[in-house]
T-cell receptor, first 111, second 116 residues
Framework: KNEVEQSPQNLTAQEGEFITINCSYSVGISALHWLQQHPGGGIVSLFMLSSGKKKHGRLIATINIQEKHSSLHITASHPRDSAVYICAVRAEGGSQGNLIFGKGTKLSVKP | EAGVAQSPRYKIIEKRQSVAFWCNPISGHATLYWYQQILGQGPKLLIQFQNNGVVDDSQLPKDRFSAERLKGVDSTLKIQPAKLEDSAVYLC??????????????FGSGTQLSVL
């Protein structure tokens, strides 16, 4: 079983829909990252969370440390949001270098 | 602010050949990471540098992979000899502060390696 699980693996939405991507992890963490990867490999860091909730534009990320779960929400989705969204956690106590990545959720937003 | 620069963007080689990738992190970023991302999977850490010292190379296949960051700035990752299973995107990332609550990672565009 992977230490970081994302769901769904693939998601197709119509423009304007509210989107939720989930991330569950099985290790104790000091931080959780949400990343966006566009075709061609470029990765952009969206959020870094250690508790609570963060909002940036149409993106909202929440984390529940007790339940070991985080969600990424996109409001009023747009075709330009189409990308792979990756959850990554930094485990407590381990090497600071080692982020554990989920396999990503591929989002396609249709016009 | 200039981002993380990587080159080449694409590389196609035959198995048993050698290949090298180059990364220039954001100026002032002490921490540099090399990740391997196989198609359909999340990135896997190969090596982490703090300045020019290695912090974590536990997942680096040292029989064929090597990396250096001699002056604490640019880094090179080498594969010698390459195997078919090395086909992947090799991502370089840097950060100013590692492990802190305000850490943010910056990724390069990656080098897509195809081993034939």
């Amino acid at each position: 079983k992977n230490e970081v699980e994302q769901s769904p693996q693939n998601l197709t939405a119509q423009e304007g829909e509210f989107i939720t991507i989930n991330c569950s992890y099985s290790v104790g963490i000091s931080a959780l990252h949400w990343l966006q990867q566009h075709p061609g490999g470029g990765i952009v860091s969206l959020f870094m969370l250690s508790s609570g909730k963060k909002k940036h534009g149409r993106l909202i990320a929440t984390i529940n440390i007790q339940e070991k779960h985080s969600s990424l929400h996109i409001t009023a989705s747009h075709p330009r949001d189409s990308a792979v969204y990756i959850c990554a956690v930094r485990a407590e106590g381990g090497s600071q270098g080692n982020l554990i990545f989920g396999k990503g959720t591929k989002l396609s937003v249709k016009p | 602010e200039a981002g993380v620069a990587q080159s080449p963007r694409y590389k196609i080689i035959e198995k048993r050949q050698s290949v090298a990738f180059w990364c220039n992190p954001i100026s002032g970023h002490a921490t540099l990471y090399w990740y391997q991302q196989i198609l359909g999977q999340g990135p896997k850490l190969l090596i982490q540098f703090q300045n020019n010292g290695v912090v974590d190379d536990s997942q680096l296949p040292k029989d064929r992979f090597s990396a250096e960051r001699l002056k604490g700035v640019d880094s090179t990752l080498k594969i010698q000899p390459a195997k078919l299973e090395d086909s992947a995107v090799y991502l370089c990332a840097s950060s100013l502060v590692t492990g802190a609550t305000n850490e943010k990672l910056f990724f390069g565009s990656g080098t897509q390696l195809s081993v034939l």
